[in-house]
Antibody, heavy 127, light 107 residues
Framework: EVQLVESGGGLVKPGGSLRLSCAAS????????MNWVRQAPGKGLEWVSS????????YYADSVKGRFTISRDNAKNSLYLQMNSLRAEDTAVYYC????????????????????WGQGTLVTVSS | SYELTQPLSVSVALGQTARITCGGN??????VHWYQQKPGQAPVLVIY???NRPSGIPERFSGSNSGNTATLTISRAQAGDEADYYC??????????FGGGTKLTVL
């Protein structure tokens, strides 16, 4: 059974830092690209960052670029998100989500959707 | 950047058919994926690549995609189907894009 378990959330002051972790089990972690997706209170889903299976390709949403760093340790089956210079608008539940790739019909390139999600960890940025 | 438009809310009578739309420019040329999120829970994939159901998802859930609109259809709606539903696509410039979400109420 695929399991994704996030940890590391909490209350932090504006300008502070936090590191989130996601422990994966039930599948070959090193074979999948992974993501962080967040959801502000009462709001919709927002993709934050993704990392390829070997960490060769890393992408960020414009809203976090330059402040957040995604990484992974395939030996430990773990995904991380280092969050620096946190702002009130970063307050959200942060989900770890596995990518499932396929060949896009229109583009002919590799495309992705999220096939498994963790339960999330709450990050609150407030003074 | 590519944008997806969903109605804020949809209501359906118990046992009837609910249809949740996801609009986007020529969305029919893309693959659309749908997620269900119940209060206090993580999202769950219910439809992938327009019309495919993951294992464990009831046959009552189906999807279609054509032109500028993709549709998630829930037949014989149950109280347990009350949730927020999000569509998602892959866009070459924006990568992973979500719609704003639709709250489904079963009356």
């Amino acid at each position: 059974e695929v399991q994704l378990v996030e940890s590391g959330g909490g209350l932090v002051k504006p300008g502070g830092s936090l590191r989130l972790s996601c422990a994966a089990s039930g599948f070959t972690f090193s074979s999948y690209s992974m993501n962080w997706v967040r959801q502000a209170p009462g709001k919709g889903l927002e993709w934050v960052s993704s990392i390829s299976s070997s960490s060769s390709y890393i992408y960020y949403a414009d809203s976090v670029k330059g402040r957040f760093t995604i990484s992974r340790d395939n030996a430990k089956n773990s995904l991380y998100l280092q969050m620096n210079s946190l702002r009130a608008e970063d307050t959200a539940v942060y989900y770890c989500a596995r990518d499932q790739g396929y060949r896009g019909v229109g583009s002919g390139g590799r495309e992705y959707y999220f096939d498994y999600w963790g339960q999330g960890t709450l990050v609150t940025v407030s003074s | 950047s590519y944008e997806l438009t969903q109605p804020l809310s949809v209501s359906v009578a118990l046992g009837q058919t609910a249809r949740i739309t996801c609009g986007g420019n020529n969305i029919g040329s893309k693959n659309v994926h749908w997620y269900q999120q119940k209060p206090g829970q993580a999202p769950v994939l219910v439809i992938y690549r327009d019309s495919n159901r993951p294992s464990g998802i009831p046959e009552r859930f189906s999807g279609s995609n054509s032109g500028n609109t993709a549709t998630l259809t829930i037949s014989r709606a149950q109280a347990g189907d009350e949730a927020d539903y999000y569509c998602q696509v892959w866009d070459s410039s924006t990568a992973r894009v979500f719609g704003g979400g639709t709250k489904l109420t079963v009356l």
